[in-house]
């Protein structure tokens, strides 16, 4: 029994390590679309898998890790986004991870092209910004966006389309 019993711990275990290696990085971005502070987002996916720990015995199967642990990041960051403290606190945008290329040219390009989407995506409101991170940033299909947030395709495209002619508003403006 105890044999038994250590082997489904090092499963788990193992399991955990593969979903940390493949999804902390896009838990965090996700998480930072909705708080817009770094370190908030690291507290956070360190959350999500705290929280996958804990409960990954009860995933049914359902839906795919990628999506399960979605769903439980964007109900950190609601939560976090209710919560007394998180509205006493003075919002401050932390600092960008610049991808590096062939040149000098090409980072600042990057960068600047990055930012300049990253803030116009990050302008819109939560429940625009959000359908345009997880269907756009995050590959996620329109039935996994509404397994995600509970909220019906139909919507999911509307909110879609919407945030699409807000962010070519943005750019006209900028023109």
Do not use: H
Request: hydrophobic share 35%; aromatic share 12%; proline share 1%.
């Amino acid at each position: 029994m105890g044999e038994k019993k250590r082997e489904k711990e090092f499963e788990r275990n193992e399991l955990l390590r593969e979903l940390i290696d493949d999804f902390a990085e896009p838990i965090k971005r996700l998480a930072f679309t909705y708080v817009k502070n770094w370190t908030v987002a690291d507290d956070i996916t360190q959350e999500v898998f705290i929280s996958c720990f804990k409960n990954i015995e009860r995933f049914r199967g359902e839906s795919t890790y990628k999506t399960w642990l979605f769903k439980i990041t964007v109900n950190r960051c609601k939560d976090y986004l209710k919560s007394k403290w998180f509205r006493s606190m003075i919002p401050f945008r932390g600092d960008e991870k610049v991808e590096i290329g062939t040149g000098l040219d090409e980072i600042l390009v990057q960068k600047s092209e990055g930012e300049e989407i990253s803030q116009k995506v990050l302008s819109l409101s939560l429940k625009y910004r959000e359908v345009i991170i997880l269907f756009y940033y995050e590959d996620l299909s329109l039935q996994e966006i509404e397994e995600l947030t509970g909220i019906k395709t139909e919507t999911v495209k509307t909110r879609l389309r919407r945030a699409k002619l807000q962010l070519r508003e943005l750019y006209k403006e900028v023109e």
